[in-house]
């Protein structure tokens, strides 16, 4: 889920599945529900399956990137994700605060 957002913070989703493509997609989806995050949850389930609907040659140079890009196929999805409320900082720290005892030993 880090590599999730922070893929998706810098780059949109496109940056995400470039750099991380399926590794891991089904555990995050997952995760996300776990935490709460039900808005960024479902953004990642339609992401996954516009990625996976087509097959898809890596991008191979910085010109290939840019046109991909500009194509803006992931546009709506990276728009919904910067507006899911709450956060997924503001999940992580209600999950932390729910479950400290599980992260966190106070002596």
Same mark, same amino acid.
């Given at each position: 889920?880090?590599?999730?957002?922070?893929?998706?913070?810098?780059?949109?989703?496109?940056?995400?599945?470039?750099?991380?493509?399926?590794?891991?997609?089904?555990?995050?989806?997952?995760?996300?529900?776990?935490?709460?995050?039900?808005?960024?949850?479902?953004? @990642?389930?339609?992401?996954? *399956?516009?990625? $996976?609907?087509?097959?898809?040659? /890596?991008?191979? +140079? %910085?010109?290939?990137?840019?046109?991909?890009?500009?194509?803006?196929?992931?546009?709506?999805?990276?728009?919904?994700?910067?507006?899911?409320?709450?956060? @997924?900082?503001?999940?992580? *720290?209600?999950? $932390?605060?729910?479950?400290?005892? /599980?992260?966190? +030993? %106070?002596?």
């Amino acid at each position: 889920m880090f590599w999730y957002e922070s893929e998706v913070q810098n780059g949109g989703h496109l940056q995400y599945f470039e750099n991380r493509r399926v590794e891991h997609l089904e555990a995050t989806v997952e995760a996300l529900g776990i935490l709460g995050a039900s808005c960024q949850q479902q953004v @990642l389930r339609e992401a996954r *399956e516009l990625f $996976l609907s087509i097959t898809r040659e /890596r991008v191979r +140079t %910085v010109e290939e990137y840019v046109s991909t890009a500009l194509a803006d196929e992931f546009g709506t999805l990276d728009q919904r994700f910067g507006q899911c409320s709450p956060s @997924l900082q503001q999940c992580l *720290e209600r999950h $932390l605060e729910k479950h400290q005892d /599980r992260f966190v +030993t %106070v002596a």
